[in-house]
């Protein structure tokens, strides 16, 4: 199922949080909630708690204009990791790459900090910056 391509606005919203997620060096998470085992002997995995700044981006970037749903995972990982890929990506490419980004939370917890720490969302953006209008 195809996404309609972000709007002017939307894009800005996106490009917004740049200076908000790396003002600093990136600290995405601001704790680990402990992991426990039941008397059962189920253990809970331990979770990240992110920082607000990386929930309001969670929220912002999983928009369906942002969404990619027919991405390949594995392909949109090696697009990401080839920084010439990131620096030429066009508007649907940065769509699946983001798609990336925001999924893999649901596989690996933690996935959205090493993306922020790990520079990928901050290429991203920038990408996403040079892309799209600022006067929206």
Known sequence: MKTRLPTPREINELVAFLPRLYAEEPTPIKSWGA??????GVFT???PEYVD??????QAAARECWCD???DPGEAGRMLEDH???RTADLSQIKTMLTYCLRGERFC???WGTMIEGGHVRRLLQRLSELGPTDA
Request: net charge negative; proline share 4%.
């Open 109 to 111: 917890d933690g996935h």
């Open 35 to 40: 992991g426990t085992k039941a008397q059962d």
């Open 53 to 58: 700044v990386v929930e309001e981006f969670s």
């Open 45 to 47: 995995m331990p979770w």
């Open 84 to 86: 010439d890929v990131v």
């Open 69 to 71: 749903y027919s991405y």
